[in-house]
């Protein structure tokens, strides 16, 4: 059986719509993007609604997501209000110009706003990267 995945991101400079587009690719999902103003396009509550999945992707700007991005999650209280999302399988994807973990507190703000919802978060089940194991 087939399953809608929808990848609604936000984008500043480029980079991440790179990294939906190869999600939507590998996923066989959809694209929907928050637009400068932090703003759905017309239908898109009502994409994010059919999904079966939704996969949450933002940059990471001081350490979280930009403003445009945390406009499309609070505004996201509606359907969270009915439990629209809930049951759904939810993932997310960052990314920086920094080497440093600051795209871990983005992750773990798209991992609560999954669990508001009552979604299902689904990790990349992909082992930590380890130098010793390499030298094995």
Do not use: C
């Amino acid at each position: 059986m087939s399953k809608h995945i929808v990848i609604v991101y936000f984008s500043g400079y480029g980079h991440t719509q790179r990294m939906a587009e190869a999600v939507a690719q590998g996923a066989s999902g959809t694209l929907l993007a928050v637009d400068k103003d932090g703003n759905l396009p017309e239908g898109g509550w009502d994409t994010l609604a059919a999904a079966d999945a939704i996969i949450f992707g933002a940059p990471t700007y001081m350490g979280s997501v930009p403003w445009q991005y945390k406009k499309f999650i609070d505004a996201s209280s509606k359907p969270w209000y009915t439990q629209q999302w809930k049951d759904k399988i939810a993932a997310g994807f960052t990314n920086s110009a920094s080497m440093n973990g600051d795209k871990l507190s983005t992750l773990h703000y798209l991992f609560t706003l999954s669990q508001q919802h009552s979604m299902i978060w689904v990790g990349t089940g992909l082992m930590p990267s380890n130098s010793k194991a390499a030298t094995r």
